[in-house]
Each structure stands twice: as structure tokens, then as C-alpha cells.
Nanobody, 121 residues
Framework: QVQLVESGGGLVHTGGSLRLSCAAS????????MYWVRQAPGKGLEWVSA??????????YYADSVKGRFTISRDNAKNTLYLQMNSLKSEDTAVYYC????????????WGKGTLVTVSS
């Protein structure tokens, strides 16, 4: 069965950094796009970043709100997705989910349970 398990969340001050990880299993990890999506308290879902299936590197995409501060990456040998978050702002406070891509038009069919990132002043 598909499993996505996020880790690495926590409490940091404005300007700090965190590295999130997503351990994937139950599917051919290197043949799927992967995504990070977040949900701030009381708010809707916001797409954060995407990475394609390329091995030894891949194309990456970011929401304007995080571009230049966050870096998505993947280690296909370890079936793991990462999100390096730098220069964190209070508005980055959210539950962060990793999601598995499906289909041609960037759908997401499986999500992890999420990891909470809290940024305080």
C-alpha cells in the first residue's frame, strides 16, 4: 500500500530554517512527480512546490510565496522527498503535506498525514 510519512517539522523563529522529509513506499517512487502542499491554521490548501521524476536531479517548481527561500529535492535511491525551508516567515506556519503525483495533469492521489511547522517572532 502507498505510504507517505512526513517528518522534520517543529518550532522555529522568524528567519530560521527547517528541513522536511517524506519517506515514500508502496509505489515506484522514481516514476512519479512529487509535491509539497501546506495548510495554514483555519485556511485552505496551498500548493508549495513540485519536482519531476528525473533521476540525478530534476526540474523544480515553486509558489511565488516561497520561491528563493525553499528548495525541493528528492533522493530516488532512498525513496525520500525533501523540502529545505530557509528564511522562514510567520506566514509559513502550516501543516506541510507531501503528495504523490498521478496522471498527466498534475493530480495528487495520495497524501501523507502532515508535519506541523510553526514560525514564531
Amino acid at each position: 500500500q502507498v505510504q507517505l510519512v512526513e517528518s522534520g517539522g517543529g518550532l522555529v523563529h522568524t528567519g530560521g530554517s527547517l528541513r522536511l522529509s517524506c519517506a515514500a513506499s508502496g509505489f515506484t517512487f522514481n516514476s512519479h512527480w512529487m509535491y509539497w502542499v501546506r495548510q495554514a491554521p483555519g485556511k485552505g490548501l496551498e500548493w508549495v512546490s513540485a519536482i519531476n521524476t528525473g533521476g540525478g536531479g530534476g526540474s523544480t517548481y515553486y509558489a511565488d510565496s516561497v520561491k528563493g527561500r525553499f528548495t525541493i529535492s528528492r533522493d530516488n535511491a532512498k525513496n525520500t522527498l525533501y523540502l529545505q525551508m530557509n528564511s522562514l516567515k510567520s506566514e509559513d506556519t502550516a501543516v506541510y503535506y507531501c503528495a504523490k503525483g498521478v496522471g498527466y495533469y498534475h493530480g495528487m492521489d495520495y497524501w501523507g498525514k502532515g508535519t506541523l511547522v510553526t514560525v514564531s517572532s
